[in-house]
């Protein structure tokens, strides 16, 4: 995937998919799911096309998610305002997605998604008894609050550079507004670092890498979850040649973010960099998210209505910043772009997905 575990070897590493088939409980990983020869998987291989009508009422519903903010200081909370949307002052410029309430409650989405991929588990790493826990890029939080209300016994990190996080949370949980491509400065080493949907946010995936394996204990796990790209397996959608506003919009954004020294595809580079920075027995997992309803399969096509919400929400939020600040458009040109994009995102006879 796009999705990545690993081990800091201590001599008796396990290796482990990032994300897997379905836990008995939140955080615990059924024996026959625990990969241990660092083979790679490729789940959903084949998603078979719905044929039938254009009916999605039965699985639609609602998600109900809350905004939250932290009290830090005023100038790391007084956002920078551009095009309609808010962005982190912390690091300025340096994530392009907002920081609003529409992009907390897609966060909030997102991490449903990921939650129904691995059937509600938070890890897929065989952890015994964690004491010190590490999400970095938290976001909302919602993913480092559930870790901590499963692990009462573990202190759990949480660093984003927006403080968009809650003060209500468990007391074995801390926010903190970092950088992660700074030098890292932690008490503790951690048995598990989570990473979740951090393309185009490192400039350096090495250097992060090697600070993870460098602050893990001897037989601590990293996990790190990410998208690659839109792919499909008919002709119904392309992205070279684009064959639809959906595909130019993902190329676009690409183009804009590699002129800015970051990429949006890096997922597949991940396992050889882990290796590199010391990991043993890394396993990479492929997962796949139709960006509408259009499999047959009942739990792909309920995959794919939470993933097209994901997506609509996402196009403008993903593209705004970098086509504005970098390739020069103006805002109106975005959202004409966006809006083209969106209706491809609903249309049933396009069967693209995101491969994870």
């Known amino acids: 995937m796009a999705s990545s575990s690993s ?12 994300l897997d088939p379905p836990p008995h409980d939140a955080g615990d990983t059924p024996d026959d799911d625990v990969h241990t020869d660092g083979t790679d998987i490729e789940h959903n291989q084949d998603i078979e096309l719905d044929t039938g009508s254009d009916n999605d009422s039965a699985y639609a519903g609602s998600v109900n998610s809350s905004t939250w903010t932290a009290s830090l200081t005023s100038s790391i909370q007084h956002f920078r305002e551009e095009n309609g949307r808010t962005y982190h002052s912390y690091r300025d410029g340096k994530y392009i997605l907002p920081n609003d309430d529409s992009e907390m409650d897609r966060l909030d989405l997102q991490n449903m998604l990921f939650s129904m991929t691995i059937s509600g588990a938070l890890y897929v790493s065989p952890l015994q008894n964690p004491l010190h826990c590490l999400d970095v890029g938290t976001g909302t939080g919602i993913w480092a609050m559930d870790f901590a209300d499963a692990h009462p016994g573990c202190e759990v990190i949480g660093i984003d550079l927006s403080p968009i996080q809650p003060t209500d949370v468990p007391p074995n949980l801390t926010f903190l507004i970092d950088d992660c491509e700074e030098t890292w400065h932690y008490r503790h080493p951690f048995d598990l670092i989570h990473s979740r949907m951090m393309v185009a946010s490192l400039a350096d995936w090495p250097k992060f890498f090697a600070a993870a394996f460098a602050n893990l204990r001897p037989g601590g796990w990293l996990e790190n979850q990410d998208v690659w790209t839109l792919k499909c397996d008919d002709d119904s959608f392309t992205l070279d040649p684009p064959s639809c506003s959906l595909a130019r919009w993902w190329n676009l954004t690409c183009e804009a973010v ?6 949006m595809v890096e997922a597949p580079l991940h396992k050889r960099r882990m290796i590199d920075a010391g990991f043993v027995d890394v396993t990479d997992e492929t997962y796949k998210w ?13 995959m794919g209505l939470w ?8 196009l403008e939020a993903l593209a705004m910043a970098p086509l504005t600040r970098i390739l020069g458009w103006e805002k109106e040109e975005v959202q004409v772009l966006v809006a083209e994009a969106r209706k491809d995102v609903m249309n049933r006879d396009i069967h693209a997905y995101w491969s994870m």
């Open 290 to 302: 139709p960006i509408n309803t259009w499999p047959k399969d009942e739990k792909m096509k309920l």
């Open 7 to 18: 081990s800091r070897g201590d001599g008796t590493a396990n290796p482990n998919s990032a």
């Open 258 to 263: 590699e002129k800015i020294g970051r990429s």
């Open 307 to 314: 993933s097209r919400e994901n997506t609509v929400e996402a």
